[in-house]
């Protein structure tokens, strides 16, 4: 999937509503604090597993601050029934 904000549903799974208000408290939460909070969906791993494809997806959006390493990723696998929340570096600390 491509990164095109806060929330990336490409699943379809998360209506209107609840997208603008998950957005506005994901964006409040950066602004407080600098640690970046992205949530996906997608429908299918395609038989891959979940753990290397949320890291890949990670890396490739460059989440959190450069120098930071302090972002998040919370990834839904709607037809795997799989969900994990990916951390950077600068968080493990925090959050693990």
């Known amino acids: 999937p491509i990164l095109t904000g806060r929330v990336v549903d490409n699943a379809g799974i998360i209506d209107a509503a609840t997208k603008a208000a998950l957005t506005q408290k994901l964006a409040d939460f950066e602004a407080k604090g600098s640690d ?38 919370l990834l839904v696998a709607q037809n795997d029934r799989k969900m994990r929340i990916e951390v950077g570096y600068g968080l493990e600390g925090t959050l693990t």
Request: overall charge negative; glycine content about 10%.
């Open 36 to 73: 970046q909070i992205v949530v996906a969906t997608i429908n299918s791993l395609d038989g891959e597993e979940i753990e290397p494809y949320a890291n890949r997806l990670f890396r490739a959006w460059k989440l959190g601050q450069a120098g930071e390493d302090n972002g998040v990723l």
